[in-house]
């Protein structure tokens, strides 16, 4: 209904986790090889021939999983081999990549597999093509489910390499699968006070910026493709949606590379909140605007003339479904988890849930996965949702989480997301070789490696003069040209522009989409500590701190409005901390407010400093390296500066795995926004 | 090639993943009846009706899929409810099936779907019936891809009630993916030493118990069955084969309820031990028992009279089959974890994978993966690999892992058998209302409860005779009745008897075997509480102990022979810990076993008490309750006992949950077996 990409792709929707399990590398022949000439056993029963080939299966697609299992397996051992190195130009999402290609390229031109006899081309006497096929053989009736169309062209394809196809697979698992642990991750991490403080200006450049670059993109595509016919070089159709199509898929960032550096070498927590808070909510955002230039149908035979009722609608929904999973997400985030989790009295009577973490994390687990079907029941986009579920649970339910379940939850979705990101990113290696339609259209390509530059400049630089004119906290030229250079492209756009490959356009668009995220993620990723030691970020932020020092409490006053509220309404309602109700609402609503607030706030009354520290949660994380400075903190509270080199470096990382204690406490002495935290707080509350 | 059940099943094996999405409760009408109405919006093109189709199947899958996540939520909530009120006669396990029940009849007889027009059956001029089917729909073409054979019978099933269908499915769903996590974890928890102790006893009940369980209950099945054909009850085939098939499968024991609530009481734990390690392997034989059975192949057009050969080739192939799985399951266990994550510097040069904790617990989690698919790949049972795989692991591997990592692998698997085991227990009540093909037949259901409790005490008794007059520790008649009483069905009969149910006698052991599971989960494991007091278990065990601190000893030279071998050769091989092998090789290998020592075994020769700690592991988790007897111990070490009754068992819990610490202490006291540890390990060493 929402999707036009969904043509192809939903019928098979859902239903393809199988295809993680079946499709993968056909490296195994061996196995089949072995298996093979047992076929011919001298056997009267046609049942043994159908039962052995159907062992063979079996045992071929075990072979096949295997072997991706095996790549994954090979990528950590080198991210290992890479982290004991400090080797810090190749991510392991890169080498991901790297490992598939050469897969790919040993599938594609090595190994050779015989015509596939098990493909069978029939004219049946049906007039649709219906979800299931009853196919009577000779008395016997075989079942069989549609797994999509096939344009006429392919059809040899098919026949000819089955095992190319086979390691092709289903664009949904992508979706609803891949995708939902990695933005469900990505939220649960934003955790974070510097995301708040920076709320305005993320929020502005993920939907205001996101939008900018998918318009200017999408025109100079149209440019492009324009310039192209004129020149011949089109072989097919390509709209204007579709060059919009394509600006709004590219438009979603994903440095994770970049920001794994960052973490590592501890870069400025303002710049490393607005990247990554940019590159988390402009998935979002990409998502429902692909969808919504997808709806674009205007009535009549010439579906791709301008209309304004078509876009209006397609406009409609795009507020629709995006506040409609927003809401969705941040409800069952609230509703289910404090309600439940919380275990408040007058709610479920049972205090105790906390007590037996397995069924607490095993709750945790299956209500975000509900929040993501939910929202897909309901039609609207369940990666979203998901992703608010998570921002909602990090700020609101981890409290009431116990302790431990708020360790095992971070570390089961950390593992999900790491397998999940390297999965995708060894099958984008892969699929550059096997898949079987590219389209490499050299004037396209460049074109769009263009367009994706100038968009993000378009995002990034008039955005950020606009916003510093309303911040007192600039954000400066040297973060701006690191925002720049940080636009990686990943997960999102290869999920979304795989996700349907049926015409022409879409096809050059998915071989062009490939280049691009090969391209960002190598060069921009492996360049990022020569960007940041150029762009003098490493330098500059320590000795920055203490200036914004004294400006900070007047710059966010967003922030504020939104820390007062949160922190005297929202939290006392929904979670065990926060002030009592009674003592911020006004007197006439005291009933009210001590039937909301929960005993338990009360009691922790005396203890309110402490739950602030949530908002300070990951800076525990925060090591004491500041590009070749290091600091480090003596009884006394002095500060030890030595020189760069390598030599440093060596030590960081010493000090960062030894004692993580010292380098915690080194860091609130060095950053300056954090030992002002407490006079901050007390600011609010008078 | 080796299983004649996976005719049907191996077929879509693997591929299966996608079912456990597609397929779940279709409760959510209003979803579908909410979309149906606008397919009928006036549009003139094709391609957004099949659109429109394709969203609503979409749509329709998550609702679907949600509902079978709400029911888990819903038995969490429950389990939770019960855990807070102390109630001990309803196991989770037997709670899912409750609810399962109750959707199922709601699916049954109050939901009613029209009749699916989307399942077309046709007649195609092809010979066999190919894997894929390209059917050219007035110029368009369609990939199908094959589900499976339908006997002519269920054609009209599955035109009737699609949905009923899409609820039941693929059986390999759960031999491929919910069984191999409940298998590992059982493999991975049987890290105790009361199960090395009592080695001897658990292998002989597992295998020779299990082989004349099988074979008594096969043979009584075949008398039966004769019995009916005599009286005219049978509408269809039963061979003596199938007698045993069904003999093999129910021979599979599952005690998980009746070990929870052993758990949570503290029955004796050398009982603990030979239920559990019993209830463990012997569903590794039952896998490779009934598929040997299957195999069994007389040459000839009479598939069922006796040969000695197909016997011999069957029996050869259990042996094959099994040491096959066995061997790979302990060599992936041993020789890839502890190489690798050992870190033993002549194999990997680098030390400091427990660093990275996050890449170790994937690299653990793919590589227990990896050993169920090459095992699948090569011929042998997955599921049988992946339990010596965890067995290995616990053993050796864990002592290699950093403690971060030991905590998350424990809690993951432990999350993953939850939710895999109450997806099955509720699976299993939702498939008695929703399986088309059932044929309940009274006399075979009376005769299958009769045998299997034949069977079970053929099993028991007599073993435990012959057991006892090798054993100092006896096995006394009230262990031999629990233990008889214990023999619960579960995931493992179920998960084999659904796997095929294509023939008449099939079908008629799987709807019997639903029944044996219900009633041996909810009577026996209901009953398990009462059990106990009624043979004065919780009682004596207590008294127990103490008598049989003089005899332990000597009670168990295997155990003893093992355990010599074990520390002195094997651990300091393969971990860190242990003697190192130059102290305990002949001086004439000493160059050897300085190769192949680890450095830290030699930094941590001094510490080696603590190395032997890991047998008693869990013992941690006993806490002081034994039965209505409070036992507490002051700073003196004094034991102080309380009667019994509700108030007693208040403090139990308080204890238990309270002061954990305290309790492992107080159970180190009175626990004789333990405080003996060192001596009985100086009295190894000497």
Redesign the interface.
């Known amino acids: ?4 990409t ?6 098979r ?10 499709a993968s590398l056909c490296v ?1 022949i061996s ?1 089949s090889a072995a ?1 093979s000439p ?1 076929q011919e056993e001298d056997s009267a029963m046609e ?2 021939v ?14 096949d ?2 072997i991706f ?2 790549l ?2 090979l990528t ?2 080198t ?3 890479f ?2 190195r400090r080797f810090r130009f190749l991510h392991e999402t890169g080498l991901a990549m790297i490992y598939g290609l050469i897969v790919g390229v040993i599938l594609r031109y090595v190994v050779q597999v015989p015509r596939d ?36 062209g ?2 040899n394809d ?1 026949k000819d390499n ?1 095992m190319l196809r086979k390691v092709t697979f289903d664009p949904e698992v992508f979706f ?1 699968i891949l995708l939902p642990p990695i933005i469900f991750h990505a939220g649960y991490s934003l955790k974070r006070r510097h995301f708040f403080r920076n709320m305005g200006s993320i929020l502005a450049y993920a939907f205001v910026g996101t939008v900018i670059s998918c318009f200017i993109i999408g025109l100079l595509m149209y440019g492009c493709v324009k310039l192209m016919k004129h020149l011949g070089q089109l072989r097919g159709d390509f709209f204007f949606t579709d060059c919009l199509f394509f600006g709004a898929i590219v438009s979603a960032t994903d440095p994770v590379t970049v920001l794994a550096i960052f973490h590592e070498l501890q870069v400025d927590v303002d710049l490393y909140a607005l990247l990554f808070g940019e590159s988390v909510l402009n998935d979002a955002v990409a998502v429902v605007l692909s969808s919504s230039i997808v709806a674009y ?1 205007p009535q009549g ?1 010439n579906s791709h003339t301008f209309e304004v009722m078509a876009m209006l609608k397609s406009f409609g929904m795009f507020l629709g479904v995006f506040s409609g999973s927003f809401s969705l997400g941040v409800a069952t985030g609230i509703v289910t988890f404090n309600k ?1 989790l919380n275990g408040d009295p007058y709610v479920t009577k ?1 205090t ?2 906390r ?2 973490q ?2 607490e ?3 945790f ?3 975000s ?2 929040t993501f ?2 929202a ?4 609207f986009t ?1 990666v979203v949702a998901v992703l608010f579920c998570g921002i909602t649970q990090a700020h609101y339910t981890f409290n009431n989480l116990s302790p431990e379940s708020q ?2 939850t971070k ?2 979705f ?2 999900l997301n ?2 999940a990101e390297n999965f995708i990113f060894s099958y984008m290696g892969l699929t550059l070789f096997t898949f079987q339609n590219h389209i490499f259209n050299p004037m396209f390509i460049v074109g769009a490696f263009l367009a994706v530059f100038l968009g993000r400049a378009a995002n990034i630089y008039p955005l950020s003069f606009l916003l510093n004119l309303g911040r007192r906290n600039k954000i400066r030229s040297n973060f701006q040209h690191m925002m720049m250079f940080a636009g990686l492209r990943g997960a999102m756009t290869f999920a979304l522009s795989i996700r349907d490959t049926a015409t022409y356009a879409r096809q050059m668009m998915f071989s062009t989409n490939l280049l691009v995220v090969f391209f960002t993620v190598w060069v921009c990723g492996g360049g990022t500590t020569q960007m940041l030691s150029c762009q003098r970020i490493r330098y500059m932020s320590f000795a920055d701190g203490i200036e914004r020092r004294s400006t900070k409490q007047e710059s966010a006053w967003l922030f504020r409005l939104w820390y007062n509220f949160d922190h005297n309404y929202l939290k006392p309602i929904l979670t065990h901390s926060g002030p009592p109700l009674t003592t911020t609402l006004p007197p006439c609503c005291h009933p009210l407010a001590r039937f909301l607030t929960s005993p338990q706030a009360f009691e922790n009354e005396c203890q309110l400093k402490d739950d602030d520290s949530d908002l300070i949660l990951t800076d525990g994380d925060i090591s004491l390296t500041y590009g070749d400075i290091t600091v480090s903190t003596d009884a006394t509270g002095a500060h030890t500066s030595g020189g760069g080199g390598p030599a440093a470096d060596d030590l960081d990382g010493e000090l960062a ?1 030894g004692d993580h204690e010292l380098v915690m406490r080194g860091t609130r002495l060095v950053l300056p926004m954090d030992d002002s935290e407490p006079s901050f707080t007390g600011h609010l509350r008078m």
């Open positions: 209904m929402l999707l036009k969904s043509a192809d792709g939903s019928l929707a859902l239903r393809t986790l199988r295809q993680v399990v079946l195994c196995f298996a047992a049942n043994i159908t039962e052995k080939k159907a062992e063979e299966s079996h045992r071929q697609d075990s072979a999983l295997l299992i095996l994954l397996t950590i051992l991210i290992w081999l982290k004991h006899a098990s493909v069978v081309s029939t004219s049946c006497f049906v007039n649709a093509s219906p979800a299931t096929l009853l196919v009577n053989v000779s008395g016997k009736f075989y079942e069989y489910t549609l797994k999509g169309e096939i344009s006429a392919e059809v098919v089955e609803n149908q035979d439940v049972f105790k849930l007590d037996f397995l069924l994390t095993a709750l687990f299956l209500m996965w509900s079907l939910l897909e029941a309901c039609g369940g360790d095992r570390q089961l950390e593992l790491f397998l795995y």
